[in-house]
């Protein structure tokens, strides 16, 4: 069975600090991984996602997550925090088959303090 | 640009109750899912389908039924509530050329509470 671990409930970061959203998988074979972001009473948006290739991922709004297979992480990072980034981070995982559906961590608030 | 739309937004309901969610995409998608969201415990998957006339069982299918007659719409259905079905319903959906590499396009959810 797949799952994702997200293993902070809350990330506190100061604006303009480097921020660090933690996230490790579990997967049968090659996975597929994503971030999404959720901001208040709104729907889930897709952030990047990791297929192949270079394990630096970038992604919208200047985030990028790094893919380390032998971790089996998929930290999502950015270099300056942004009040606006404040929302719930959910990091997602699906195997290369494709036979199962995209499984989802449990989601991490970032606030992001002016 | 609608995207998925999902409806109602917020509904309020007795236990035993039945009731339907509707959601609709107008992105041509083959792949379209039921998700919950409950606090401290992410999005689990109901039901998913991938494509018209198909549908199948996901993470927690029980107390759910789900159909998918024509490929734009995917409905999902209680068919006597119960106050554990309180939760944030997301509808989303997928390319099936996207392959498993594809992300998912979501609606913006459907509060429902069961008394």
């Known amino acids: 069975a797949q799952s994702v671990a997200q293993p902070e409930d809350q990330v506190n970061v100061a604006e303009g600090n480097p921020l660090t959203v933690k996230c490790t998988y579990s997967v049968s074979g090659n996975p597929y991984l994503f971030w999404y972001v959720q901001y208040p009473n709104r729907g889930l948006q897709f952030l990047l996602k990791?297929?192949?290739?270079?394990?630096l991922v970038k992604g919208s709004y200047g985030f990028e997550a790094e893919f380390n297979k032998s971790q089996t992480s998929f930290h999502l990072k950015k270099p300056s925090a942004l009040v606006s980034d404040s929302a719930l981070y959910f990091c997602a995982v699906r195997d290369s088959t494709g036979r199962r559906a995209l499984t989802f961590g449990s989601g991490t608030r970032l606030q992001v303090q002016p | 640009n609608a995207g998925v739309t999902q409806t109602p937004k917020f509904r309020v309901l007795k236990t035993g109750q039945s009731m339907t969610l509707l959601c609709a995409q107008d992105m041509n998608h083959e792949y379209m899912y039921w998700y919950r969201q409950d606090p401290g415990m992410g999005l689990r998957l109901i039901h998913y389908s991938v494509g018209e006339g198909t549908t199948a069982k996901g993470e927690v299918p029980d107390g759910y039924n789900v159909s998918r007659l024509k490929k734009q719409n995917f409905l999902l259905g209680l068919e006597s509530a119960a106050p554990s079905q309180t939760s944030v319903y997301f509808c989303?959906?997928?390319?099936?050329?996207?392959?498993?590499?594809?992300?998912?396009?979501f609606g913006e959810g459907s509060r429902l509470t069961v008394l």
């Open positions: 990791y297929i192949t290739g270079d394990n």
């Open positions: 989303a959906s997928s390319y099936l050329a996207g392959g498993p590499s594809g992300e998912l396009f």
